[in-house]
């Protein structure tokens, strides 16, 4: 099992883990079945009234998909639709409205962002990055901007989306920005987001879930709109396969972080 849970019955706050650090926690196949299954099954869980989101180690919250499932995956011929297994690895895409905090150490990037976007909100140590690095390799990054451009302002989305993997933010950009909410020492993420939790959990369960609701139908007329868009300008806009695996295997020259 790569996707580790832990319940504190006491403060009705679960811990969900990503548990693969040797591969900065990147989301295999399994996992992202073990991930819809988990958030499906708290929804009976009455006793879990808030949830974290983390990643196992210090090196990474979640790198997004692995490289090794991507060829796994059969996709239709038609521009107009796309199997992506990362769709449903979030609450909100599992009908969960119980609210989720994500504590983010070390990089967080691509397919993380299905995950941090649907959390209530993000709390970072000060040595987290986050980037995007589609462009880089010839992906149309469009699933994940959607998500990120919730959270951040037009020009700092567009920035790091276009700039790849030459660029990272850094934990205190996403601050100022407004996509992390609370700043921690390294490696403090985890325990400020479980007192947050823990703090949430102890208030009426309706009126937090109702709240959690209200605040998503704010952005979700926009939010879908965009998201019906995005299979087909990822059939069209992406490289195949084989081009993208070259590019992956280039050597970079580095990166700066702001």
Sequence with gaps: ??????????????????????????????????????????????????????????????????????????????????????????????DLW??????????????AFYLLGEAEFLVAGEDATFFDPHTTYGMVSAFETIHMAQRMPYGEVARMALMGTAERVSARRAYETGLVSELTAPGGALAAAREAAAVIAGHPTEAVQGTVRALWSANEAARAQALAHAPHLVTLGNLPPERQAGLFTRRTTGYRTR
């Design 1 to 94: 099992m790569s996707v580790r849970v832990e319940r504190d019955k006491e403060t009705g706050v679960a811990v969900v883990t990503l548990d693969r650090p040797e591969k900065h926690n990147a989301v295999t196949l399994g996992m992202a079945r073990e991930l819809a299954a988990v958030w499906r099954g708290f929804r009976y869980e009455d006793e879990i009234r808030a949830v974290v989101v983390t990643g196992a180690g210090q090196r990474a919250f979640c790198t997004g998909i692995d490289r090794e499932a991507v060829g796994n995956i059969p996709q239709p011929s038609s521009p107009y639709t796309i199997d992506d297994p990362l769709l449903t690895i979030g609450p909100k895409a599992n």
């Design 98 to 111: 119980k609210p989720v905090i994500a504590a983010v150490e070390g990089m967080a990037c691509g397919g």
